[in-house]
């Protein structure tokens, strides 16, 4: 179901009908606007729905019921009242570029968003992905080692960090298609790494965070 939402998505903004094969197989230059403007990748409320009825979604939630899911944040925006809930595609021979290596926490800083709001985790579920040669490349540090800078372009706002590590700095676990990572929002480094598999990367990618109690929605620390 989750690959046939991706797909719509794909094929609407690039006005073609695609097949699941044929999106593993598209360039970077077809998929241009959707690598670049994460509006495109966001799912809507109907379609977070959908995602969170699957089995896996229901079983996961079940077992963690203290968890919730996060207001989105829109590049243009900011903040917004929908559930985040987003795609990533990645290309053959992309990723892999230490400059985008970041702390999740970094784009909430950008954005202003209070740390009561923020998420805790982020679940990172591969759609498809090559083990070894394609996927999440993780490294848990202290929040305040690395720093960034804040980036402007056309698209969005994000953080640039500042001496970036080399890539062998990071792990980088074997994941196969249906397999995920989950790691903490604060102070976990983390990027795409080098898409050097016969085929494009697709991940899905779900922010959540402890459920929270009135008292402390009301009386967010800053």
């Known amino acids: 179901m989750v690959r046939e939402m991706i797909c719509d998505r794909v094929s609407n903004v690039l006005c073609e009908e695609i097949s699941y094969d044929e999106l593993l197989s598209l360039p970077k230059k077809a998929l241009d606007n959707v690598i670049r403007k994460k509006q495109l990748r966001m799912f809507s409320p109907t379609e977070v729905q959908k995602v969170l009825g699957t089995l896996s ?23 917004i009242e929908d559930f985040e809930l987003y795609f990533r595609i990645v290309p053959v021979e992309e990723g892999g570029n230490k400059e985008l290596g970041h702390i999740d926490w970094w784009y909430d800083e950008i954005y202003g968003i209070p740390k009561n709001d923020r998420p805790q985790y982020k679940i990172w579920i591969s759609i498809n992905t090559e083990p070894g040669l394609s996927g999440l490349m993780v490294k848990k540090v202290l929040p305040d080692i690395y720093s960034y800078r804040t980036l402007r372009t056309a698209y969005s706002s994000r953080p640039q960090i500042n001496d970036p590590p080399g890539l062998d700095f990071y792990d980088f676990p074997a994941i196969s298609p249906g397999q995920a990572i989950v790691f903490e929002s604060e102070n976990v480094l983390h990027l795409g790494s080098p898409n050097n598999g016969d085929l494009n990367r697709i991940s899905l990618e779900i922010p959540i965070r402890p459920k929270l109690t009135e008292g402390l929605r009301k009386n967010p620390k800053s």
Do not use: R
């Open 57 to 79: 979604a229901t079983h996961f939630f079940k077992k963690n019921g203290g968890f919730e899911l996060v207001k989105a944040t829109d590049p243009l925006l900011g903040q």
